[in-house]
């Protein structure tokens, strides 16, 4: 069973910087893709960064030069560093495991930009 805990999420004014972590048990984080969606209100949840297991990254156009996701295989932790946040990046941010067909979910935590 695959349990994601997500931390980090804060209140930030515009241009500052916050760190994001999620946290996963199970035996099958190495061999997964690791992933931030995060969905503002109103909206529906979007795709952020991946890093898969072979640790190659993806951003969205959105975030790019800004955002950094990057894993810790022996801590089974991936990370999202947010730099130069903008109000529109508010919304709840959730970290995904996808491996083998199959999607987990953590329960998400709030980050809010004000500006």
């Known amino acids: 069973q695959v349990h994601l805990a997500e931390s980090g999420g804060a209140l930030v004014e515009a241009g500052g910087s916050l760190g994001l972590s999620c946290a996963s048990s199970?035996?099958?984080?190495?061999?997964?893709?690791m992933a931030w969606y995060r969905q503002a209100p109103g909206k529906q949840r979007e795709f952020v960064a991946q890093?898969?297991?072979?640790?190659?990254?993806y951003y969205a156009d959105s975030v790019k030069g800004r955002f950094t996701i990057s894993r810790d295989n022996a801590k089974n932790t991936v990370f999202l560093q947010m730099n130069s946040l903008k109000p529109e990046d508010t919304g709840v941010y959730y970290c995904?495991?996808?491996?083998?067909?199959?999607?987990?979910w953590g329960q998400g935590t709030q980050v809010t930009v004000s500006s």
């Open positions: 995904n495991l996808y491996y083998s067909g199959s999607d987990y």
């Open positions: 890093a898969n297991a072979w640790g190659e990254t």
């Open positions: 199970g035996g099958i984080f190495s061999r997964a893709a």
